[in-house]
């Protein structure tokens, strides 16, 4: 139960879902948390409520918009300047808007840069610095099975998940150097609010539920893994067999499941 004891863990996009959850299990495992988030309200809560539950706990919430690099710098600056360590970042903050390509809106599509890619490039570079100068540390980025697979409605979120597995990739093989380990995870679709601000008809959920994971389970695989040298995590394991074969057979895939695709 503490596993995690003296380790300081941040986590971005904390407030909800996902987030939320792996604040929980790192907690219950004895870290210290920062949890980041532009609702600092339910960060609050969410503190709160583990204080109570874990009483002696050590978590602090910061709000952040981590689209805007100014205010990225300022508060990891904050952040760094109280704690003056961080054992492991967990890039957890994004969103997706499903549309086909010639709907998509600019709007749309310039934040899910912002957030999904620039977001969490900039947050990385905030930690690299201390981790290689105290040769450790942990960065796992929450990247998506869309960035294995693309499907039709989700060209520009499945773009920013394949900038994150690119990025994530290459920041693996030079954080080696210096003893730091970098974790991708892939998970499908999984049953949080992301899938109703991504699917606003709500018919893509109604279609995936008896597929959808579930934030406990998913948080549980990425929490486990911290302090490993674990490459990648994919969830769930069907679908990610799909993404395996994709990669060897592309146009099969693509000619076999276009129809299902399409359903989204």
């Not at 689209?67 to 997706?96: P, Q, T, Y």
């Not at 994150?164 to 920041?171: E, M, Q």
Request: hydrophobic content about 45%.
């Amino acid at each position: 139960m503490n596993r995690l004891r003296r380790k300081t863990v941040i986590i971005t996009g904390a407030s909800s879902g996902l987030g939320r959850e792996m604040a929980k299990q790192a907690v219950a495992e004895g870290a210290r948390v920062v949890l980041l988030a532009r609702r600092i309200k339910r960060l609050d809560k969410l503190k709160e409520a583990l204080e109570k539950d874990y009483p002696g706990s050590d978590v602090r919430t910061y709000r952040v918009d981590i689209s805007r690099r100014a205010d990225v710098e300022n508060r990891f600056a904050e952040i760094l300047a109280d704690i003056n360590e961080v054992d492991v970042l967990i890039n957890n903050a994004g969103f997706g808007v499903f549309d086909e390509a010639h709907e998509a809106k600019w709007e749309d599509i310039e934040t899910m840069f912002q957030v999904n890619v620039l977001g969490l490039i900039s947050c990385t570079q905030m930690v690299l610095p201390y981790m290689k100068a105290r040769k450790s540390g942990h960065i796992i980025n929450i990247a998506s099975q869309a960035g294995k697979m693309a499907t039709p409605k989700s060209s520009v979120y499945a773009a920013t998940k394949h900038a994150v597995l690119g990025y994530t990739n290459s920041l693996r093989m030079e954080a080696a150097r210096d003893g730091i380990y970098v974790t991708a995870v892939n998970p499908g679709p999984i049953a949080t609010d992301f899938l109703t601000i991504a699917d606003r008809s709500g018919s893509y959920a109604k279609r995936v539920a008896r597929w959808l994971l579930q934030p406990e389970k998913v948080a549980a695989a990425v929490i486990h893994a911290i302090g490993t040298d674990k490459r990648e995590i994919n969830l769930p394991k069907l679908m990610n067999a799909g993404s395996l074969i994709y990669a060897l057979f592309p146009r099969t895939v693509e000619r076999i499941g276009r129809k299902a695709f399409f359903k989204k």
